[in-house]
């Protein structure tokens, strides 16, 4: 059972950044491909960003690529989320995700990852 600790949300002008952490214990970590995804209120989740295994390949949806990078730490086991250039739409609950890969490639669909984080909150204010 892998648990899945997000931190680094908080309340953010329109054009700021943050870092967004998310601490996995539990499991081998490079047994999983990591993912984030966010849910803004009255909306369904969306894919934001994957990374697979030892952090070579990742991959952006199109809404965040040039304001936003996922990197992984795996001596920290830790996955992060450099959010940049915030508009006032990034405003959302922001999860961590874990799929088992084992030497596998990033996921982009929900439905492929195995573990969840309880979120943390990014709101930008324009």
């Known amino acids: 059972q892998v648990q899945l600790v997000e931190s680094g949300g908080g309340l953010v002008q329109a054009g700021g950044s943050l870092r967004l952490s998310c601490a996995a214990s539990g499991g081998t970590f490079t047994s999983y491909a990591m993912g984030w995804f966010r849910q803004a209120p009255g909306k369904e989740r969306e894919f934001v960003a994957a990374?697979?295994?030892?952090?070579?390949?990742?991959y952006l949806a199109d809404s965040v690529k040039g304001r936003f990078t996922i990197s992984r730490d795996n001596a920290k086991n830790t996955v992060y989320l450099q959010v940049n250039k915030l508009k006032p739409e990034d405003t959302a609950l922001y999860y961590c995700?874990?799929?088992?890969?084992?030497?596998?490639?990033?996921?982009?669909?929900?439905?492929?990852?195995?573990?969840w984080g309880q979120g943390t909150l990014v709101t930008v204010s324009s």
């Open positions: 990374v697979n295994w030892n952090g070579r390949s990742t």
């Open positions: 995700a874990a799929a088992f890969r084992p030497y596998g490639g990033f996921r982009i669909d929900s439905r492929e990852y195995d573990y």
